[in-house]
């Protein structure tokens, strides 16, 4: 295979189609001045082989190889080089039938870059295997021997050359794509390994669980076939016993009713003699009440004087009570006094100690002026002897008397002096021992108002924080229980929804697909605001329940055609569905015909969104529904109305004239599961809802109720601090020491106080 003919046509100073024929099997030169494009020709035909190092052609993007970057109305390069393949034991596999082999390449400004191959556009893989073929790589950098590389390939090492032999022999090309298949073959593997671990993990697991559902259903229908098998013996047997004790219980019957008659009989003649009984009874009781009429007042009167005094002293007796509750707080309180008042007793104690010496001296005194007295009025009784004896007694004694008295004030001025001089030196030894202990006294006082100083600003920054350890709790226990409510819902929606997955509508589509355009499934797109009509709206319904609601005909195109759908469907466009509802003089003719309350429109028992609209009067537009059989009958076959009728028991009226019904399924019907499934989910939304919401303010507060608990402890801390504080400050020996000495200023006050009216007394 060799060159037969270059076209060259935009390609670098070819502006115009040039075509360059008769060349040489073997050997060509091209000559010709310089800048007149003798390089361009090579350029053009690495350019066709598929270069990819654009700077071998003095070009540095695909742009620049078109005539003057498409500047003079140029935007494209082709260059087109016609091979003769008249040898056909050196022809390319695959290309023996043809005498001629054509390839081209053609860049476009903008980028675009096409090969083609007889006239058909093919890949580039597909350019450099042709080439390959018949050992041309005009990537191989010997392909090529520009001036000054002779040298270099003479020179070259062995590597080197036999990289060169490999390329001119052509098997490089059979170890490159060698390279390449090893290279697929590792991604194919982890590919391999990937659905492997997928297989393992998740879908044989999925298989052998419901394998395993599968075999526990066949074993469940196996059960129930058997439990009804089983139930018709025993309904049958039941029946034969029933049918034997009917038999002998009519024979009973039959005797008890004997037994009833005779009953009657008696019964008649005890209810004569109640009434003669009665009636005695009457007569008897009025003579014993005139007879008892006297004593029952007389007992009465004395009832209500009991009364009267069972009241007097109930009240005296609560007095008394009282009394002694008062007595026993006051018994308390004395106690308590007393406590107090021994200590004291003890601090007189020492006083009366005192007090008995100075009495002891003073009776000396006393005594031995009563002897001087006695011989004064001695003397003075014989002076005296001439006067009267009544007066001379008389004065005599108030004499001694008003002696007596004046001695005896003295002795108890005496005294006073003396323990108000002893109360007056204990006062001064107490204050010269208090001040010694003024100074730790003074330090106790000062941390006591600190820490009362800190537990009040601790309180006022607790009642500031706002939030409480309380109301955390309550938190803490509205989350456990909305945790426990949302469990119990979620497993109530996924046991329902297990069960109802038969009639879910699942699909999986590759690439971009907005599935809000996919409405859903009818059944679960509408609500039944009256539950008594569930039965009626699914009959009127029926395969259009599951039928799926989409937004255009293109998305159910591409649903039937892209998605892996799980089941045949029937897909309802709203912007292609014809719908028809029933008009509405027709519905009034109906409801005219058997009363507004007994027949409707199967559209109207039915909420939904109203974009949903045409779908709806597709699907329940021509159905009445009536409350019972007759109203059914007088719509359907009326000759204004005509149309069909469902009703809440499910029979269906046609006005062709079939009738549908007959005994329901003992199971809740398809939609109302579908609707406690509905509800079950909003009811779990809901709870979710509340339970994140109590989430959220649980972590808001959660900082300031640890704040809150800290703050609680520093207050608990303080508090303690400042009663610690407190006991000392009061058992400490100046407050000791204070106590004592208010106690002996007090003796001391009152010590004078009687001082100061002893000597007015005495004066007087």
């Known amino acids: 295979m060799h060159i037969k003919q270059v076209i060259v046509d935009g390609f670098k100073s070819y502006a115009n189609r040039v075509v360059i024929d008769g060349w040489d099997p073997q050997f060509n030169a091209i000559t010709g001045l310089n800048g007149s494009g003798k390089s361009n020709i090579l350029d053009s035909i690495c350019f066709v082989l598929g270069i990819s190092q654009l700077k ?17 109305r140029v935007t494209k390069a082709t260059v087109t080089i016609i091979f003769s393949n008249s040898d056909k034991k050196r022809s390319p596999p695959g290309y023996e039938k043809y005498d001629e082999i054509t390839v081209s390449r053609q860049v476009v400004i903008g980028g675009r870059n096409k090969y083609m191959i007889n006239g058909r556009t093919v890949q580039l893989n597909r350019v450099k295997n042709l080439f390959h073929s018949v050992q041309l790589n005009v990537n191989n950098p010997h392909f090529l021997i520009m001036q000054g590389r002779i040298t270099k390939v003479i020179n070259m090492k062995p590597p080197e050359i036999l990289s060169m032999i490999e390329e001119a022999a052509g098997t ?11 290279k697929t073959i590792q991604k194919k593997q982890i590919k391999v390994e990937e659905i492997n671990k997928i297989l393992k993990e998740d879908i044989t697991p999925s298989l052998d669980k419901l394998r395993k559902e599968r075999s526990v259903y066949m074993q469940w229908t196996a059960n129930t076939q058997e439990i009804e098998r089983l139930e018709r013996f025993v309904i049958a047997a039941t029946f034969m016993e029933q049918s034997e004790t009917s038999t002998q219980t009519a024979d009973k019957v039959q005797e008890l009713q004997e037994e009833r008659e005779a009953l009657l009989e008696d019964n008649k003649n005890a209810v004569q003699e109640k009434a003669d009984i009665e009636k005695k009874i009457r007569e008897f009781t009025e003579r014993k009440t005139k007879q008892m009429e006297g004593s029952f007042k007389a007992i009465e009167k004395g009832v209500t004087e009991l009364s009267k005094d069972l009241v007097k002293h109930t009240s005296v007796w609560e007095h008394k009570k009282q009394e002694i509750e008062s007595e026993k707080k006051s018994l308390k309180e004395a106690q308590a006094a007393a406590k107090k008042l021994d200590k004291s007793v003890k601090t007189k104690q020492a006083e009366l100690d005192t007090a008995t010496k100075i009495k002891g001296e003073t009776e000396k005194k006393q005594k031995e002026v009563k002897e001087k007295v006695a011989s004064l009025q001695g003397q003075q009784i014989g002076i005296n002897m001439s006067d009267n004896k009544e007066e001379q007694g008389s004065l005599t004694n108030q004499l001694m008397e008003k002696q007596r008295l004046a001695s005896q004030l003295e002795a108890e001025l005496t005294t006073c002096q003396k323990n108000k001089d002893h109360l007056k030196t204990d006062l001064k030894k107490q204050t010269k021992s208090m001040k010694p202990q003024e100074k730790e006294y003074k330090s106790l006082r000062k941390s006591f108002e600190a820490a009362k100083t800190k537990q009040t600003k601790l309180a006022k920054k607790l009642e500031g924080l706002g939030a409480s350890p309380e109301e955390t709790k309550g938190l803490s226990q509205q989350i456990y229980k909305l945790n426990q409510d949302f469990t119990k819902k979620k497993e109530a929606y996924d046991a329902l929804a297990a069960e109802m997955s038969r009639y879910d509508f699942k699909y999986s589509i590759a690439g971009s697909f907005d599935r809000k355009k996919v409405k859903g499934l009818v059944a679960k797109l509408i609500s039944i605001p009256d539950p008594g009509t569930t039965t009626a709206v699914e009959v009127s319904a029926g395969g259009k329940l599951f039928q799926v609601v989409v937004d255009t005909e293109s998305t159910g195109k591409a649903l039937l055609q892209r998605a892996k759908l799980q089941r045949r469907i029937t897909i309802i466009p709203l912007n292609k569905i014809a719908s028809r509802s029933l008009s509405p003089e027709i519905v009034k003719e109906a409801q005219r015909l058997v009363g507004s309350e007994n027949a409707d429109l199967a559209l109207s028992m039915v909420g939904y969104d109203d974009k949903l609209q045409r779908a709806m009067e597709y699907v329940f537009g021509n159905t009445i529904i009536c409350r019972d059989s007759e109203c ?14 469902v009703t809440l028991d499910g029979d269906v009226y046609d006005p062709r004239g079939t009738l549908t019904g007959g005994g329901t399924s003992r199971k809740a019907s398809v939609l109302s599961q579908l609707q406690k499934l509905s509800i079950l989910e909003h009811d779990m939304r809901e709870t979710e809802a509340k339970l994140r919401k109590a989430k959220e303010m649980m972590l808001k507060i959660k900082e300031k109720v640890d704040s809150i608990k800290e703050m609680r402890m520093q207050l608990g801390l303080a508090a303690h601090e400042m009663k610690l504080a407190e006991t000392k400050l009061n058992e400490c020996p100046y407050m000791q020491l204070k106590k004592t000495m208010d106690t002996v200023a007090e003796s001391l006050n009152a010590c004078t106080q009687e001082y100061d009216e002893k000597s007015k007394e005495l004066k007087e």
Do not use: C, D, W
């Open 56 to 72: 071998q052609v003095r070009a540095n993007n695909l742009q620049e190889l078109v005539y003057k970057q498409g500047q003079s």
């Open 172 to 182: 490089r090309m059979y170890e490159n794509r060698k390279q390449l298949a090893m």
């Open 632 to 645: 059914a009958r007088k719509i359907t076959f009326h000759p204004k109305i005509r149309t069909r009728t």
